[in-house]
């Protein structure tokens, strides 16, 4: 007969508790207190607490973290990939950094995958002593992840992050039947001085974009606004 399927476990780190639509600003805050403690969770389940205790940093100052912790860096320049892990050495000591998406990682579930994965490649840096030259998915890499889904059965390490993106900003091109649209995270394509590679037309802004895909609601510009805009005006003539 079939083998019996061990129970699903749910994660010791519960999903962060927040508003039925919570704000980018919100999420954000959520998720950055939540991978600390998620590292620890698998560091103590699946890593047999090998790895070294994080340390939750800025960007801006990655280069500045002791050599003896592991860097959770929230990346915002990371547009299309969801996180990687960087190793590095110094004599004979090994380290590395997990940078991770603070476009692409808006919900707990992604974090939760894209931290266990990232930390498969830590593992088979600190612990294996294999970097990712030809290997990133090598061996070393499938035999974390498979101990991840021991620990955790709800969980999937795969190859890489396939994840739908959300951009805020939409854009299409004008051009007769030609299709062609794609996103940005913000308003700055300049659709004056750039036209479809496909048929030579202008791009045109569809405007901005919940992440349910539904039209987000535009807010007056503020008084202040306002009045910067019409000095700036009058400053350039």
């Keep these: 007969g079939r083998a019996p399927q061990p129970p699903k476990v749910a994660p010791k780190t519960a999903p962060p508790k927040m508003a039925r639509t919570p704000s980018a600003a919100a999420v954000k805050r959520e998720l950055r207190a939540a991978a600390p403690e998620l590292y620890r969770e698998f560091n103590a389940a699946v890593f047999d607490g090998k790895l070294p205790e994080p340390l939750a940093i800025e960007a801006k100052n990655k280069g500045s973290a002791p050599f003896d912790v592991l860097p959770l860096i929230w990346n915002p320049s990371l547009q299309t990939t969801a996180g990687f892990c960087t190793f590095s050495k110094r004599g004979t000591e090994r380290n590395c950094r997990i940078e991770l998406s603070e476009k692409v990682l ?132």
């Design 106 to 237: 808006d919900s707990y579930e992604r974090l939760r995958s894209t931290l266990a994965h990232e930390m498969c490649h830590a593992a088979q840096w600190l612990i294996d002593g294999i970097d990712g030259k030809g290997q990133a998915h090598g061996p070393a890499f499938k035999k974390w992840g498979k101990r991840v889904e021991a620990k955790f059965p709800d969980m999937e390490v795969s190859r890489c992050h396939n994840y739908e993106i959300h951009y805020k900003y939409r854009y299409a091109c004008t051009g007769k039947d030609c299709g062609q649209s794609f996103g940005r995270q913000s308003k700055s394509f300049d659709v004056n001085k750039k036209v479809c590679g496909k048929c030579g037309a202008k791009f045109a802004l569809l405007g901005a974009f919940n992440r349910d895909g539904t039209p987000a609601p535009t807010r007056e510009p503020s008084a202040f606004a306002k009045y910067i805009k019409a000095e700036f005006s009058v400053a350039k003539k």
